[in-house]
């Protein structure tokens, strides 16, 4: 239905009394089929501000009927906190038995504290999405909405919490719209602490954390390795490996990732056993398998094809397939190799994500960051080289070398 006297007018072309007895007919035809009904008051922020007489002769004209529930959209997106209080609160006045919804916007980055403020203003129902997709720049978050409706009015829901990354990542990767890295609760980097006195804190009874826990989520939290890490940061990242250092190797390898971070490399925790090997010189890092050549074609009109050699403790194998590219040829042959040949499972790749610096030279490095699953274990390896292919070979041999160990 038309929430505002403008949508009436203007794209139903009908007078409120003519929409009234539109209205009226449907509801009627839904009871006679059994069919119970909910209004969908399109254009009510707008009709509250514009038209309120006409916003208050539709609720009037069909408050009595067996519409279920009235939901009351902010369709373009337009109020403000403090609107969404008085709108509502207007609408409880008026009908204090009625079940009203409140459908949020985002388009002035608003939406979540427009929920919040019809949630004070005692809304009964929201209308969420997962990660704000919608219309335009969304609407209201689920996750955010779930969070802050628990920690801030010890609201309860039946929304189990563990879940909802989880179901962020599936709808993610199903609408190809990605993710933003700060978005609260499911990007990237909420939950990864960037500076080394924050990773000190969280030694020291946990002075940086606060209710949103990584764990409430399904998730971890992680300490980021680059130019601002200290010994801290490392620390825990060596932690999860189950590495030790003692203090002087310690300051070379953080004098080390602060180098590859003012290079704006990405450095990963799995990077770490490599770094420490370049770093101090020793055995740390026993690559069982090493690539000792391979050969890879792209030719038009023919599926690439990848031949390559690889030794595995000791054992050299040899392999060759076609594939929809280079690299998938390439690891098409890698899997040939450890399923039928050697009879071993062979990771999931789930993500590839190829970045390079800025300035858009044809001679730029090509940093290549795959993120792997392997039985339980999620994690990501990197590549750095002029040729793209030749980056993304680099991380799978450092992902394989990983694999080794479990």
């Known amino acids: 239905c038309k929430g505002s006297l403008k949508h009436c007018t203007y794209q139903l072309k009908k007078t409120p009394e003519e929409h009234i007895e539109d209205i009226l007919a449907v509801v009627d035809y839904a009871n006679?089929?059994?069919?119970?009904?909910?209004?969908?008051?399109?254009?009510?922020?707008?009709?509250?501000?514009?038209?309120?007489?006409?916003?208050?002769?539709?609720?009037?004209?069909?408050?009595?009927?067996s519409i279920k529930r009235f939901m009351l959209p902010d369709t373009l997106g337009v109020l403000n906190p403090l609107q969404v209080i008085e709108f509502m609160r207007k609408m409880k006045k008026r009908y204090p038995d009625t079940h009203f919804d409140f459908h949020a916007h985002n388009d002035y980055d608003l939406a979540v504290s427009n929920v919040l403020a019809a949630v004070l203003s005692g809304v009964k129902g929201l209308h969420t999405t997962i990660n704000g997709l919608g219309e335009r720049a969304g609407n209201?978050?689920?996750?955010?909405?779930?969070?802050?409706?628990?920690?801030?009015f010890n609201a309860i829901t039946n929304i189990d919490e563990s879940r909802l990354n989880d179901v962020s990542r599936v709808v993610g990767s199903y609408s190809g719209i990605v993710i933003p890295a700060n978005k609260p609760i499911v990007g990237e980097n909420v939950f990864t602490q960037v500076a080394g006195v924050h990773a000190d804190g969280d030694n020291k009874s946990n002075l940086y954390c606060n209710d949103l826990l990584p764990e409430r989520f399904g998730r971890i939290r992680e300490y980021a390795l680059g130019k601002t890490s200290g010994k801290a940061n490392i620390r825990k990242n060596l932690e999860s490996l189950g590495l030790e250092l003692d203090e002087e190797s310690m300051r070379k390898v953080t004098e080390r990732i602060i180098e590859l971070g003012d290079k704006k490399e990405l450095v990963t925790q799995e990077d770490l056993p490599y770094i420490i090997s370049d770093v101090l010189k020793h055995d740390g890092m026993n690559n069982k398998v090493?690539?000792?050549s391979y050969f890879v074609t792209l030719a038009s009109g023919l599926k690439p094809m990848a031949t390559l050699s690889v030794e595995i403790d000791g054992q050299v194998y040899e392999e060759s397939s076609?594939?929809?590219g280079q690299y998938d040829a390439f690891v098409r042959a890698l899997r040939k190799i450890y399923k039928v040949t050697l009879g071993r499972k062979f990771p999931m790749l789930i993500n590839y994500a190829v970045s390079i610096p800025p300035g858009g030279r044809t001679d730029a490095f090509v940093q290549t960051v795959i993120t792997w699953s392997f039985g339980e274990k999620v994690f990501r390896t990197r590549g750095l080289d002029a040729d793209q292919t030749e980056a993304a070979i680099k991380a799978t041999i450092k992902m394989l070398n990983i694999i080794e160990e479990y």
């Open 32 to 65: 006679e089929l059994d069919i119970e009904v909910n209004v969908y008051l399109e254009d009510w922020s707008n009709g509250m501000k514009d038209s309120p007489e006409y916003v208050f002769r539709i609720v009037d004209a069909l408050k009595q009927t």
């Open 290 to 292: 090493k690539l000792k």
């Open 140 to 152: 209201a978050p689920l996750a955010s909405v779930q969070a802050i409706l628990k920690d801030h």
């Open 322 to 324: 076609s594939g929809d």
